[in-house]
T-cell receptor
Framework: GAVVSQHPSRVICKSGTSVKIECRSL??????MFWYRQFPKQSLMLMAT?????????EQGVEKDKFLINHASLTLSTLTVTSAHPEDSSFYIC????????????FGSGTRLTVV | GEDVEQSLFLSVREGDSSVINCTYT??????LYWYKQEPGAGLQLLTY?????DMKQDQRLTVLLNKKDKHLSLRIADTQTGDSAIYFC???????????FGPGTSLSVIP
């Protein structure tokens, strides 16, 4: 089935630095990918929709300058958390949909970001 | 706006059936999904149902959809300890390629 690979799975960074998270569709092309954020014991909140070759669409309340999204190819989207602060610590998950195979959204394994 | 609701906790004995319920508000939803999340992991798609279906069965999983009441349920037969996880109900809006998640139901299976 469709596979989405997300790296790194876990990252610890210092406050003020930037962190890049990669999301790859391994066996299908994804013109659209999605980035979610999940706080402990809470549901997933959609942050933005990443569109290949164009600007991402951000959800209300999400700072586009803080969370930079690049979708330069049909198999790769990246989320960069710029000038990270402890409140950015969270679980970030990406997903994509294989339009050829079906209508389920496949999720990456997630990235646990801890800002110290 | 769109909203998806679920009960937060469910506890069952091993071997019993589990039923996780979900309600949603967007009547234009086309697909409804059930995802499973184990601690520290991403989400695993368990099953999905198209809005013109009433029921879908896949091995131990049965999904029932009552479109009139906007109610979705997931039944897990012969629940095992490995089924302990958080289960998310999600809907996909017709107009947008966007999925809205419920708060998740934490299923605990007692041996």
């Amino acid at each position: 089935g469709a596979v989405v690979s997300q790296h790194p799975s876990r990252v610890i960074c210092k406050s003020g630095t930037s962190v890049k998270i990669e999301c790859r569709s391994l066996d299908f092309q994804a013109t659209t990918m999605f980035w979610y954020r999940q706080f402990p014991k809470q549901s997933l909140m959609l942050m933005a929709t990443s569109n290949e070759g164009s600007k991402a669409t951000y959800e209300q309340g999400v700072e586009k300058d803080k969370f930079l999204i690049n979708h330069a190819s049909l198999t790769l989207s990246t989320l960069t958390v710029t000038s990270a602060h402890p409140e950015d610590s969270s679980f970030y998950i990406c997903s994509a949909r294989d339009l050829v195979r079906g209508s389920g959204y496949t999720f990456g394994s997630g990235t646990r970001l801890t800002v110290v | 706006g769109e909203d998806v609701e679920q009960s937060l906790f469910l506890s069952v004995r091993e071997g019993d059936s589990s039923v996780i319920n979900c309600t949603y508000t967007d009547s234009s939803s086309t697909y409804l999904y059930w995802y499973k999340q184990e601690p520290g992991a991403g989400l695993q798609l368990l099953t999905y149902i198209f809005s013109n279906m009433d029921m879908k069965q896949d091995q131990r999983l049965t999904v029932l959809l009552n479109k009139k009441d906007k109610h979705l349920s997931l039944r897990i037969a012969d629940t095992q300890t490995g089924d302990s996880a958080i289960y998310f109900c999600a809907e996909r809006e017709t107009s947008y390629d966007k999925v809205i998640f419920g708060p998740g139901t934490s299923l605990s299976v007692i041996p």
